[in-house]
């Protein structure tokens, strides 16, 4: 949350150089407060774990948020409980009438798989059109930020000959924007994919912004230039043994995978990794949250 400082007050515009969040008395005293509605496409097959990751940052804050989860009515998932979405998720025509402040469309285990292949990808289009005019700002993750990016602007992504995995350092593109307000200037974060897209197609596109990006990983963050889509390949909201979970697993499965880059200690896997990507992904979220969805949101969510 802002600080409250009077409007003339000196410090208020060197902290606002230092990308630090200042608010007016004027300004506090004429906002308008309301809860916020995030819906959640939740295409993982893991769908508590996500979940938990998920809430678990949009949770920390002083604001109070209305999370509902979504799940594809042309796919049903195979590896969680039916009566767990029974309860918990609603489907696209459910909602379809209804506004929401914020959306977040997960990834998916879906490497090497063309778009257009995927079984639910028409519907999926469906609810990524529907947000332009129903959602005032979509947050899309991993294999969810190359969906929007093709479904959007045609980009084409890249496949990888070996899976992408580890945590790796990313540089600040744009040090000014509040997304990464508290950041420093090199951050960590985990990456587990095996595409990507080039710096090249992003740049090719003037509506796009390349924000952040990895000499290893490539490119991590994108957003549109009017704030309403931000593409995310990184995973900050991993927990501290998610890779490791994905690598004994596709090591039982006799896939021979690598060890994850930077994860374990003298890269032994015997050895638990150590977590420097914590405060990066509250911060992600948070800021998500706060700048482009709280502070820019309608008051009256029918006129997003």
């Given amino acids: 949350m802002p600080i409250k400082i009077a409007d003339s007050l000196p410090a208020a515009a060197i902290l606002e150089q230092e990308n630090i969040f200042v608010m007016t008395q004027y300004r506090a005293m004429h906002q308008d407060i309301r809860p916020l509605n995030v819906l959640i496409l939740n295409l993982m097959p893991t769908k508590v774990v996500t ?18 989860f979504l799940q594809t009515a042309s796919y049903t998932p195979q590896h969680i409980d039916s009566s767990h979405l029974e309860s918990f998720y609603t489907t696209f025509d459910q909602v379809k009438d209804r506004k929401y402040d914020g959306m977040i469309i997960t990834g998916a285990p879906l490497d090497y798989v063309k778009f257009e292949d995927v079984t639910y990808w028409d519907e999926l289009c469906t609810i990524m059109d529907w947000g332009v005019t129903h959602v005032h700002c979509t947050l899309h993750l991993c294999w969810g930020a190359f969906a929007g990016l093709y479904h959007f602007y045609g980009l084409e992504r890249y496949d990888m000959d070996t899976k992408l995995s580890g945590v790796y350092p990313h540089r600040i593109i744009k040090k000014t924007s509040p997304l990464f307000r508290g950041f420093d200037d090199i951050f960590y974060a985990p990456q587990s994919r095996a595409m990507g897209i080039s710096e090249e197609k992003i740049a090719s596109v003037p509506e796009l912004e390349l924000m952040a990006v990895s000499d290893e990983a490539g490119v991590t963050i994108v957003k549109t230039t009017d704030s309403r889509h931000f593409f995310v390949t990184c995973h900050p909201e991993y927990d501290a043994d998610t890779l490791a979970l994905e690598y004994f697993r596709d090591l039982d499965k006799g896939l021979n995978p690598s060890v994850p880059a930077n994860y374990f200690p003298d890269d032994d896997p015997r050895n638990p990794p150590v977590v420097n990507w914590r405060s990066t992904g509250q911060l992600l979220y948070s800021n998500w949250l706060n700048y482009y969805v709280y502070q820019t949101t309608p008051y009256d969510i029918r006129n997003i």
């Fill in 51 to 68: 979940e938990t990751q998920l809430l678990r940052k949009l949770s920390n804050t002083p604001l109070q948020i209305n999370v509902e």
